[in-house]
């Protein structure tokens, strides 16, 4: 499956940004879907993953509450709404497919997109 990100780009603090990440390829719905990001200088860590048929979601401390991530299997793509948006969210993000079971290692998913830039300002 071939991954696409969008949505990305410099806000500043407090603002709101939606990701995108449209799939292409085998069928969208059989695939657990995760977002990752990276921070210059650090490793890339687990932000948020939903199951495949979007019933259920997880995120890590620093983002609940203020993230959602969400699917539509009509159009093969997965979202990610962040608000509240803090320096400290500035990374590369990247969304991840997974056909396995649901999990937060990025080592363990198959497929990623290319990345997207967030950057927030103080």
């Known amino acids: 499956v071939q991954l696409v990100e969008s949505g990305g780009g410099s806000v500043q603090t407090g603002d709101s940004l939606r990701l995108s990440c449209a799939a292409s390829?085998?069928?969208?719905?059989?695939?657990?879907m995760g977002w990752f990001r990276q921070a210059p200088g650090k490793e890339r860590g687990f932000v948020a993953r939903?199951?495949?048929?979007?019933?259920?979601?997880y995120y890590a401390d620093s983002v609940k509450g203020r993230f959602t991530i969400s699917r539509d299997n009509a159009t093969n793509t997965v979202y990610l709404q962040m608000k509240s948006l803090k320096a400290e969210d500035t990374a590369v993000y990247y969304c991840?497919?997974?056909?396995?079971?649901?999990?937060?290692?990025?080592?363990?998913?198959?497929?990623w997109g290319q990345g997207t830039q967030v950057t927030v300002s103080p």
């Open positions: 939903i199951t495949r048929s979007g019933s259920t979601t």
């Open positions: 991840a497919a997974r056909g396995g079971a649901i999990t937060r290692n990025p080592l363990e998913y198959d497929y």
């Open positions: 390829g085998r069928t969208f719905s059989v695939y657990v």
